[in-house]
């Protein structure tokens, strides 16, 4: 079982920045591909960044690959979302997940939303234009 805690969205100028945190409970959490995914007002979520067990392996959506950034400190339990260049239609709730996946999947990057088991609660960032 693993309970994940987002933080540090806010409202945040058009071309600004920000940083995401996602901090995990449970003592498997080496074991979790992890994800960030995102749901604006009146559209559905959509896969954002993910990352394998060991943060060796990393994928985007197309429309943040060079300005986003997923990492992971297995160490503090935690992943994050580095977001530059923001763009006002990137307002949304930005959700972590999470996934546990066999030794043999280690490499693996989860991209599909129904292949995570376990969510946050969501943390809102609003890019004013």
């Known amino acids: 079982q693993v309970q994940l805690v987002e933080s540090g969205g806010g409202l945040v100028q058009a071309g600004g920045s920000l940083r995401l945190s996602c901090a995990a409970s449970g003592r498997s959490f080496t074991f979790y591909a992890m994800g960030w995914f995102r749901q604006a007002p009146g559209q559905e979520r959509e896969f954002v960044a993910g990352?394998?067990?060991?943060?060796?392996?990393?994928d985007y959506a197309d429309s943040v690959k060079g300005r986003f950034t997923i990492s992971r400190d297995n160490a503090k339990n935690t992943v994050y979302l580095q977001m530059n260049s923001l763009k006002p239609e990137e307002t949304a709730v930005y959700y972590c997940?999470?996934?546990?996946?066999?030794?043999?999947?280690?490499?693996?990057?989860?991209?599909?939303?129904?292949?995570?088991?376990?969510w946050g609660q969501g943390t809102q960032v609003t890019v004013s234009s």
């Open positions: 997940a999470a996934t546990p996946l066999p030794p043999l999947q280690r490499s693996k990057v989860v991209r599909q939303e129904v292949e995570y088991d376990y």
């Open positions: 990352v394998s067990w060991t943060g060796s392996r990393m």
